[in-house]
């Protein structure tokens, strides 16, 4: 089951999913649930952290 991330606006646009399973996590854009790119547990820790250093080049904010 996907859940709105805390960091996305209040106002209901532009909020990203996530969902974890056993093996996966899930993340996509709420305007688009259709889609969803799908990461082992590891490998989505470290999109995070490249978002968060603003290496995986995804402008934040």
Do not use: I, T
């Not at 968060?52 to 934040?60: D, E, F, Q, R, T």
């Amino acid at each position: 089951m996907f859940r709105k991330s805390s960091y996305s606006g209040s106002n209901g646009n532009n909020c990203v999913e996530v969902a974890r399973s056993v093996g996966v996590v899930g993340v996509r854009d709420s305007k688009a649930p259709v889609s969803a790119v799908r990461f082992a547990p590891a490998g989505f820790g470290r999109f995070v952290a490249g978002v968060k250093s603003g290496s995986a080049g995804v402008p934040v904010g």
